[in-house]
C-alpha cells in the first residue's frame, strides 16, 4: 500500500513544518507528502518545502475542502493520508492504519484519538468542547464520522467523492459521501494526533466556538447527523446539551477536576456556540449556498 499525505494548509507557517516532519518519521515511510497553500498570506509555503514537503499552491481561497481536493487530483498513493497542518501524527499513524485495511476489506478509512498539544486554559478548552468525543481510549470500531484531522482512506472507496469547499462541516459531508459507497470508517485508539493549534487567547476562543456554532446549524440542517432536532427546536440550545454531553465525556476520560475547574470558560464557549447558530440560521442566503456545498450529491450517496 502506497500513503499519499495530503496537509490542507491556510497560514500555518508556526506548525505546517511540523506537520510534515511528522509525516515522514514514519514507521510506514509515505510514498509522498504534499502540503496545499491555500493562498495564504505567510510563508506557510517556504516553511512546508524546506520541511521537505511537495508544495502546490491554489492561486485563490478555496478552503480546507476545496485544499484537500487539490492534493487528491495530484496524489499518486492508493491511500489518502489526510493530516491537519497543525496536527502532530505519531510514527505509527500510517502502519496502523495498514494493519486494519489488510485485516478488513471493508474498511474505507481509519481514525484516532486526539491529543491536546497546547497545555493552559485555552488549549484545554478548545481540546475539550471541540474534540471530546475523541479523547477517550475507548474499544477500537466503526464510527459514523471521524475527524479529518488525521484521517487515512483507501482511494478505491473515495472514487470519485470530493470534499465541500467550505469549512464548515466538509469532512463530515465527505464521510458520508464515501460510506453511501459502500464501507467503514473505524476508529482506532492507537492512533494519538496531537493538536497544536494557535487559538491561544480569549478572542480566539470565542471566535473558534461561534464558527462552531454555525456549523452546528449548518451540517445538522443539510446532512442526516445527530442534533437534527435542533433546527425544528433551537429553544432546546438554552438547556446547553453539548455542555452535559462534554462534561460527561471529561469526566469518563479522568478529567472530572478540569470539568470543574473549566466549568464557568465551557459555559462561556457554549454562549458562543448558541450565538454562532443563530447568527447562520438569521442569513438564509448564505446559510443555503453552505448547506447546498456540503450535501452530499445523489450520485455520491448512491
Known amino acids: 500500500m502506497h500513503f499519499s499525505v495530503v496537509i490542507p494548509c491556510r497560514n500555518a507557517e508556526r506548525t505546517v513544518a511540523g506537520a510534515v516532519r511528522s509525516a515522514f518519521d514514519q514507521t510506514e515511510p509515505p510514498l509522498e507528502v504534499i502540503v496545499v497553500d491555500d493562498a495564504s ?33 495530484a496524489a499518486r498513493g492508493d491511500a ?36 491536546n498539544g497546547r497545555p493552559g486554559r485555552w488549549g484545554e478548552l478548545d481540546w475539550f468542547l471541540n474534540h471530546s468525543e475523541w479523547i477517550r481510549s475507548v474499544a477500537a470500531g ?61 478572542a480566539s476562543f470565542r471566535e473558534k466556538q461561534i464558527a462552531c456554532g454555525r456549523t452546528i446549524y449548518l451540517t445538522r440542517s443539510a446532512l442526516d447527523r445527530p442534533g437534527r432536532v435542533l433546527v425544528r427546536f433551537p429553544a432546546l440550545l438554552f438547556v ?34 448558541i450565538r454562532g447558530f443563530f447568527e447562520a440560521k438569521r442569513e438564509p442566503r448564505s446559510a443555503a449556498g453552505v448547506m447546498n456545498a456540503i450535501t452530499p450529491s445523489p450520485e455520491a450517496r448512491g
Not at 491537519?84 to 486494519?100: H, K
Not at 464510527?143 to 466538509?170: A, C, H, L, Q, W
Not at 446547553?240 to 462561556?268: C, D, E, N, Q, S
Open 142 to 202: 466503526p464510527r459514523k464520522n471521524i475527524p479529518t484531522m488525521g484521517i487515512v482512506y483507501r482511494r478505491d472507496r473515495v472514487g470519485d467523492v470530493r470534499f465541500p469547499e467550505t469549512n464548515s462541516g466538509e469532512d463530515t459531508a465527505f464521510a458520508l459521501a464515501v460510506l453511501a459507497r459502500g464501507g467503514r470508517l473505524w476508529y482506532e485508539p492507537a492512533i494519538v494526533l496531537t493538536h497544536l493549534h494557535e487559538r491561544l487567547d480569549g
Open 240 to 273: 446547553f446539551p453539548h455542555l452535559w454531553m462534554t462534561v460527561a465525556r471529561m469526566a469518563r476520560a479522568g478529567y472530572a477536576g478540569k470539568a470543574v475547574t473549566l466549568f464557568p470558560w465551557l459555559i462561556a464557549g457554549e454562549v458562543y456556540r
Open 80 to 115: 489518502l493520508a489526510f493530516l491537519d497542518a497543525d496536527a502532530v501524527a505519531p510514527p505509527d499513524w500510517l502502519e496502523r492504519a495498514r494493519r486494519v485495511f489488510e485485516s478488513d476489506p471493508e474498511v474505507a478509512a481509519v481514525g484516532g484519538r486526539i491529543a
Open 41 to 73: 498570506d505567510d510563508a506557510s509555503a517556504d516553511a512546508a518545502r524546506h520541511a521537505g514537503a511537495r508544495v502546490l499552491r491554489n492561486s485563490r481561497r478555496r478552503n480546507a475542502g476545496g485544499a484537500r481536493n487539490t492534493g487528491m487530483e
